[in-house]
């Protein structure tokens, strides 16, 4: 079975702070991808970034960057020089990379980021 | 790309009656989704499609639920004699093959 952890219910910080979102997960595949998604007030969850369990690099899009550790079973999402407009449920999720499988997600049950002014 | 599309935003209705609820994917997304999440927590997987073919139920899907994808396009989800406990975000997602989801707003269901 296949779980994932947001340890961090809520999270408030001011702006321009890093902020930092953990994600820890399990599942008993060997190739599986990891998922970050936003889900802003109006509702539409986001996707922000799909990564291959086969691939550890950790990678940077902006402010975001995510850090992948297969040894810890972790993937952790930082937000540099938070933003107001960044205030949202954030929820990591875990899914097979078979084919057959389909992708269907297994999500954490998010942290909610509030950055003040 | 219009987005994936959920009919209606919102339904409030009375315990024990049904529902149904229509999701429009991505046009050319073979795969379609299903998810509910209540308040606090994450999406939970509900069923899924492959073109009209619905390949995979969760335990959470009761038999009061029923899914559909007649011709490979559109979905609906219908819930019959409804409960208190139906009341959530009922999600939609689409895709290409294995490719990352996209979602829709959502239908959020309100059970008095």
């Known amino acids: 079975a296949q779980k994932v952890t947001q340890a961090q219910t809520e999270i408030s910080v001011v702006e321009k702070e890093d902020v930092t979102l953990d994600c820890v997960y399990e599942t008993r595949d060997t190739t599986y991808y990891l998922f970050w998604y936003k889900q802003p007030p109006s509702g539409e969850l986001v996707f922000l970034i799909r990564r291959n369990s086969f691939d550890e690099q950790n990678e940077i899009s902006g402010r975001y960057s995510w850090n992948f550790q297969k040894s810890t079973s972790s993937f952790n999402f930082t937000i540099t020089a938070s933003q107001v407009v960044d205030s949202a449920v954030y929820f990591c999720?875990?899914?097979?990379?078979?084919?057959?499988?389909?992708?269907?997600?297994?999500f954490g049950d998010g942290t909610t980021l509030t950055v003040k002014p | 790309d219009t987005g994936v599309s959920q009919d209606p935003r919102h339904k409030i209705t009375k315990r024990g009656q049904n529902v149904t609820f229509r999701c429009d994917p991505i046009?050319?997304?073979?795969?379609l989704y299903w998810y509910r999440q209540t308040l606090g927590q994450g999406p939970e997987f509900l069923t899924y499609?492959?073109?009209?073919?619905?390949?995979?139920k969760s335990r959470l899907l009761s038999d009061r639920f029923s899914a559909e994808r007649p011709k490979g396009s559109f979905s609906t989800l219908e819930i019959q004699r409804t409960e208190q406990g139906d009341s959530a975000m009922y999600l939609c997602a689409s895709s290409v093959g294995n490719q990352p989801q996209h979602f829709g707003d959502g239908t959020r269901l309100s059970i008095l």
């Open positions: 999720a875990l899914s097979e990379a078979r084919d057959t499988n389909a992708g269907k997600s297994t």
């Open positions: 046009s050319e997304h073979n795969r």
């Open positions: 499609f492959q073109n009209e073919a619905q390949l995979e």
